[in-house]
């Protein structure tokens, strides 16, 4: 055999195998419902899928679709269920009735650092209280986004409460503490708050600081109250029947790039990126303000919305149990443990 022969044979053998690899490889969709640009899908869910893409190769491989043409804000869950795409990411919030338990971690004053709270959410899906919401999910990791701020249209004439005041929530938490602060809460998704404030259908949005880079709210929000007006939980996430019929080589890969440390990560990159939206918007000059609540105003807000979390602890299964539950291992991640 000549040389020439035999590299021919070897390079169409080469070329024969690389499709049956190729073809045992699971693929797995991965729909981020955002722009490819914003700081989420750069920084961390596009690196994420490269990273489980690098380790994965030949056995699993992630295919990041951005934007809303196959998932979106709204219909990101149903996607995930329905097996249209296999992973999304979303708020637990934006899934009506289905994670209440899950909500205690956008309860007003109960979060001050995202990567605390991820890590203490991500702590208290594994203890086995928040089983009843996850039946059907795989959360891969969890966050908590860092407090809300109050975001006005214009100057309000009071800082001291909402009253008269039309605010854009995300949430039925998030709606009972602006009642408690006499406004009157609207709910919608954070993609849709631009075009309320826009449109004067709201006089102001409550939100973290990390939404003003990707939906641009810099350009309709120019007063900005700081506060703690709670937050809310998310997730990166598979459907539990899928991801139960995954390969154990592919659930090995996928683990080994999820649970804690994944969310403990996630969740410190959201305290960076609601650092830098405030920056962002200082940075714009005069035409914004920002103001830091005083400590006698954020104790009056605290008293108004105590019972917000009453309430919240009476309407929640294991209300009681898991509030207790979610504050201990705050306590314990922020003492390091």
Known sequence: MTKKLAAFIGLALCVAAAPAARADEINLLFGTTLPAQVHLNMRVLHPWAEKINEQGKGIV????????????????YSRVQDDVIQIS?????????KFPRTSVAGLPFEVEKAEVGSVALWRLYKSGLLDAEYDTVQPLYMITFPPSGVHYAKQPKTLENLKGLKIATGSKVGADAIERLGGTPLSMVTSEYYTAVQRGMVDAVVVQWTAFQPFKLQDVTFYHLETKLGGAAGMVFMAKKKYDALP??????????SGEAESRVYGKFWDDVDNEGRDMVKALGDKHQIVQQTPEMAAQWRKAVEPVIGDWVKSTPDGEKVLAAFRDQSAKVKAGK
């Open 61 to 76: 491989h992630i295919d990041v679709r951005d934007g809303e043409s196959i998932a979106n804000l709204s219909n990101f």
């Open 89 to 97: 990411w979303g708020l637990q919030t934006a899934i009506g009735g």
């Open 248 to 257: 154990a080589a592919v659930k090995k890969i996928l683990d080994d790039n």
